[in-house]
């Protein structure tokens, strides 16, 4: 990590701002809109706690659909030049590495305080856009809101009762409206793939690899 200009663990500073660390109060105002009362979801993997994204469509005039995404805040619990802020501007990403993942952000906070967790009051960055029936970006506006996820879903689950092959995910069942919230926002994302395809958009197949040790050494990649 260093030999790359990277920082492995965090300094005295940030581990002294992380135990003092609490949730940041919900700021309210007129720059801040409470959507606490729509349909947000999160879609990631089945043992995720980082939540990071919800998303929420509405359906408007001509077959076009506004699709609100909103982004976890994580500006309201660590300011600027802080010293977590610092670490997280050193490193820029989350680093995965063969042997071990190196967080951009402390599990408190990516997997806690700023995590759009399941019934939380979170603030939030949204982006607003409306897409058209054709599959193109109508127009947009990004804003700060107060939401709340009304359900945790996993790709898995959701891709399978989208295909046909499973029953509804069991937290989408007990939400109502969700399964047509699912729907919608799936016609939205065949639409802006046919749109990626007809302009020539290519599509990538990766392995992901599992590393093999003989003690301490590595000495193998194989796909998992």
């Known amino acids: 990590m260093r030999e790359h200009g990277l920082e492995p663990d965090l300094s005295p500073a940030a581990l002294e701002q992380l135990r003092t660390i609490g949730a940041a109060p919900l700021a309210r105002g007129p720059g801040i809109r409470d959507l606490r009362h729509l349909p947000w979801c999160s879609i990631d993997n089945d043992d995720s706690r980082d939540l990071d994204q919800l998303s929420v469509a509405q359906p408007q005039g001509g077959g076009g659909v506004k699709i609100l995404v909103a982004v976890a805040d994580v500006d309201a ?39 759009l967790a399941e019934d939380q009051e979170r603030l939030s960055l949204v982006v607003d856009m409306t897409v058209t029936a054709a599959g193109a970006v109508d127009a947009s506006v990004v804003y700060r809101a107060v939401v709340v996820n009304r359900a945790k879903l996993a790709y898995d689950a959701v891709a399978a009762w989208l ?33 990626r395809r007809e302009q ?14 003989h003690g301490s050494a590595l000495t193998d990649l194989r796909p998992d």
């Open 77 to 115: 619990v660590v300011q600027v030049s802080a010293p977590l802020d610092e670490h997280a501007r050193t490193n820029t990403t989350s680093v995965y590495t063969a042997a071990e993942v190196f967080p951009m952000l402390p599990e408190r906070l990516s997997t806690d305080l700023s995590s």
């Open 163 to 195: 295909e046909g092959r499973g029953p509804p995910p069991a937290r989408a069942a007990s939400v109502s409206g969700m399964d047509q919230q699912l729907r919608i926002q799936d016609g939205v994302a065949q639409a802006l793939k046919r749109v």
């Open 200 to 213: 020539g958009a290519l599509g990538l197949t990766t392995l992901e690899a599992r590393a093999i040790y």
